[in-house]
């Protein structure tokens, strides 16, 4: 009998809502792309085997913690226990094809992990050049990034200005920049908040930049140009950040395990020849990043990242 009111629970009705498509351990296991949390898949029964109690609150219990995670709800249905007949629960099967609508959706999040900083110090002498400096956060395979988007878990990608130390226009003026871009934020599975800071001329705030959208090229999120009021004649120099990925790393459809962004200072000729001031500054980036949250019952399956 299919699994309907009224009916029995057969081990093929079983089977069809853990691995029928876009069912049950799509979400909650391995899945492919931006399904799936890497947890441990739950077993299918041989055909005429009996769902026992045991295996059905098992189901149900770790359907409420997917949908947990996703609205702070569970499902409504409780666990049955041993000795009750199985029968149809509306509430599982729905619940099933909701936990799989709603994968990317999360209630909460877990702890962040703050960097330190690191301190760089453009100095060019022409004036004229594009100086790039980079970051990266290191999972420890594709699947593992995976599982880390999947769940909630995203990076926040700051730049603050630091000192002009050459103590020139052009350094004020790209110190004006970086303050302006601020750095990104909330850049999750498929999209991103963008640029933190406000000011300047913004060329490119590109919201729909995520993990999922990665390759192994540099795409701008943000860019942001002298607004050519405060620093003539620098008005052609700009400040971006970018980001790319290593590349696929498993059979899942990952988007890399290595996550590289990117700020890149442009101090643009300007024709004026004596006006080609250098740009001796510091200023500081920092990779930080929230983790998937476990409170719900889901295990880390992302493990601990690391930055550089």
Same mark, same amino acid.
């Given at each position: 009998m299919a699994y309907e009111s009224g009916g029995i629970?057969?081990?093929?009705?079983?089977?069809?809502? #853990?691995?029928?498509?876009?069912?049950?351990?799509?979400? =909650?296991?391995?899945?492919?792309?931006?399904?799936?949390?890497? @947890?441990?898949a739950v077993?299918?029964?041989?055909?005429?085997?009996?769902?026992?109690?045991?295996? =059905?609150?098992?189901l149900i219990n770790k359907l409420n913690i997917v949908r947990t995670h996703q609205t702070g709800a569970g499902t409504g249905v409780s666990a049955v226990v041993s000795g009750d007949l199985i029968q149809y629960q509306i509430g599982v099967s729905g619940g099933v094809d +909701?936990?799989?609508?709603? &994968?990317?959706?999360?209630n909460a999040q877990g702890t962040t992990s703050t960097d330190a900083g690191t301190s760089h110090n453009p100095n060019d002498a022409d004036g004229i050049a594009t100086l790039t400096y980079d970051r990266t956060i290191t999972f420890s395979s594709g699947d593992a990034a995976r599982y880390f988007f999947n769940a909630g878990g995203e990076i926040n990608f700051d730049l603050t200005a630091?000192?002009? %130390?050459?103590?020139? $226009? &052009?350094?004020?003026?790209?110190? $004006? #920049?970086?303050?302006? /871009?601020?750095?990104?934020?909330d850049f999750r599975?498929?999209?991103?908040?963008? &640029?933190?800071?406000?000011?300047?001329?913004? %060329?490119?705030?590109? +919201?729909?930049?995520?993990?999922?959208? #990665?390759?192994?090229?540099? @795409?701008t999120i943000s860019r942001v140009d002298e607004s050519?009021?405060?620093?003539?004649?620098? %008005?052609?120099?700009? /400040?971006?950040?970018? !980001?790319?990925?290593?590349g696929a790393q498993g059979a899942n459809g990952d988007t890399?395990?290595?996550?590289?962004? &990117? !700020?890149? +200072?442009?101090?643009?000729?300007?024709?004026?020849? $004596?006006?080609?001031?250098?740009?001796?500054?510091?200023?500081?980036?920092?990779?930080? =990043? %929230?983790?998937?949250?476990?409170? $719900?019952?889901?295990?880390?399956t992302w493990g601990t990242p690391t930055r550089a």
């Open positions: 629970i057969s081990a093929t009705d079983y089977n069809n809502l #853990l691995n029928g498509t876009n069912k049950f351990n799509k979400t =909650w296991s391995t899945g492919s792309g931006d399904a799936g949390y890497g @947890q441990t077993t299918t029964k041989s055909a005429g085997d009996t769902v026992t109690a045991t295996e =059905w609150a098992s +909701l936990a799989y609508t709603n &994968r990317l959706a999360f630091g000192a002009n %130390t050459g103590g020139t $226009s &052009r350094g004020a003026q790209i110190l $004006s #920049l970086i303050t302006a /871009v601020g750095g990104i934020q599975a498929v999209d991103n908040g963008g &640029r933190t800071g406000t000011g300047e001329t913004e %060329t490119t705030n590109d +919201l729909t930049i995520g993990y999922y959208d #990665l390759t192994t090229s540099f @795409q050519g009021a405060a620093y003539t004649p620098y %008005t052609a120099d700009y /400040v971006y950040v970018q !980001v790319k990925s290593n890399g395990n290595v996550i590289t962004f &990117r !700020v890149g +200072l442009v101090l643009a000729a300007t024709g004026a020849g $004596s006006f080609n001031d250098s740009a001796n500054v510091t200023f500081t980036t920092k990779m930080n =990043w %929230t983790y998937p949250e476990t409170a $719900s019952g889901l295990s880390n």
